[in-house]
């Protein structure tokens, strides 16, 4: 096997495969060299439990970018995504809320709780929706470059005229989502608690935050710039779990003759003269490229595979600074039967077992969540999501049995010293916290805990150590407005070129940021056949 390459990207991450897809294309000769066992990074389909299948990370799709679907033609590979009838059920302590099913639907269940907030949802949703398409129409392009010259002036024109146009209403909606807690941005909007807590609860998803953190409101719109089958802001299940999608991706790459080598972790960026020769792998093995992409997150890449001395001071210090952290607790759990909400009983499939059941009742418990974590380490009373995949796609649990996706938000990327001075570990405690989200899940849906055959457990520590996610940060960086866009991962290298030269990143530290989109890869791709061509046109020249 050779060990020289046109291109070697670190990490099979579903957007290290899409990298790899479009450099192939362009008749690049590409490898992809991944640590584990498995293609997909954080989006994997893997059995947890004997018998038991389910995405073991990301778990939901809807940020996918319809461009990279069809350019990789995924739907010809198997990937299917279920649209389902409601987005969110909330159990409260004396009632439910369940949202989505149509905007007639939707309103009509808020007014349940007041006709003030049945009235302005349709408002809202307009101008939510005016401000997600302005994040839809740039997650595909390379953001402006700060000190990039020219170009970024032009992409800078390009991508602010859209914003210019919109009318003042819409201007001043973007500048709160860009600089308000969710919970002003939502007071701002609607009256009652359980209305604002159904928007509020996707402020808190991966953003180790209260809903009164100042920024937080731009997580909530991150959420919502996806779609599914061409259903703005819905989300979907992937048939086969989240691991079809890098499946078919892997196929993609595949076809245009890309090698993917698996158990084959990266250990250093090799560098020469400011300029990226290729890698050297853990084995001590060599492999030689004019252009390495790096899929893992920037932490990973500049503090562990990179020289330090390879970097200049203000850098070095810059991604010292980078924040990762999302706070996260991601657990799977196989089930003997569906829970019965004490709110709206019943263990036979019905329509709020097919959506997202999200423990978080009130405002303040969302905000208590993370005082909670900062004081302890996690919350008393933790904020959790649960899907039941397994009653819409039965080839995930054996049959009359389910899986549960417990995804949990608040949890200390890294755990406050015990009372005794003594450093504490997640591993310390994951056993434990795992039975309190169980119990809290058992406080509103009684049958619960009984119904555990099986579970497997990811603290951020365990997220960290499983899919190379440092500090757990499910988004490879902290989602703020000082880590996105062009200032993703740092300011002047947010368009996807390291300072090294040949060295570009591809992963979900550069824009537009996490989640299962595939954008940064297609756009990192973008930036390298783009260098390249300029390179063999200066070659042609000199010839
Ligand atoms: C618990 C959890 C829940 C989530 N839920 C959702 C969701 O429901 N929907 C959604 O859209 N997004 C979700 N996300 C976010 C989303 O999954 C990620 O942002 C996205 O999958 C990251 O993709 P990526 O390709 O950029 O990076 P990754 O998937 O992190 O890929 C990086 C790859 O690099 C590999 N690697 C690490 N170290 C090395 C090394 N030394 N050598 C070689 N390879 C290495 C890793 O194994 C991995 O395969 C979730 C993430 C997590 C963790």
Redesign the pocket.
Known sequence: MTNRYDALI???????LVCAFYLAKAGMKVRV????DI?????VTEEFHPGFRNST???????LRPKVIADMKLHDRGFRIIERTISNFFPFADTYLKLGGGAARTEAEFARFSQKDADAYKHYDAALEKVAQVLRDIALQTPPNAGGGARSLMLAAQQGWPLAKMDLAAQRDLLDIFTKSARDFLDGWFEHDYVKTAFGFDAVV?NYAGVSTPGSAYVLLHHVFGEVNGKMGAWGHSVGGMGAITTAMAAACAEYGVEISLE????KVLVNNGKATGVKL?SGEELYAPIVAA???PA?LFRQ?VDASDLDPDFNRRIKGYKTGSG?F?MNVALSELPSFTVLPGKDKAEHHTAGIIIAPGMDYMDQAFTDAKAQGWSKKPIIEIKLPSTVDDSLAPPGQHIASL?CQQFAPELPPKKNGSPQSWDDVREKVADLIIDTVNDHAPNFKAAVLGRQI?SPLD?ERK???IGGD???GQMGLDQLYGARPVLGNGDYRSPIKGLYMC??GTHPG????GA??HNAAAEIIRDRSVVWKALHRAR
């Open positions: 670190i990490g099979g991450g579903h957007n290290g060299l991944e640590r584990r293609v997909g990074g954080a989006c990370a990301s778990y939901t799709v809807s940020l991966g084959c972790p990266v250990d853990a899929n893992v997150g990973m595979m996260t991601r995804f990811h997220l899919f190379g996610l499910i988004f490879h992963g979900s996490g989640g299962v989109t940064p890869g």
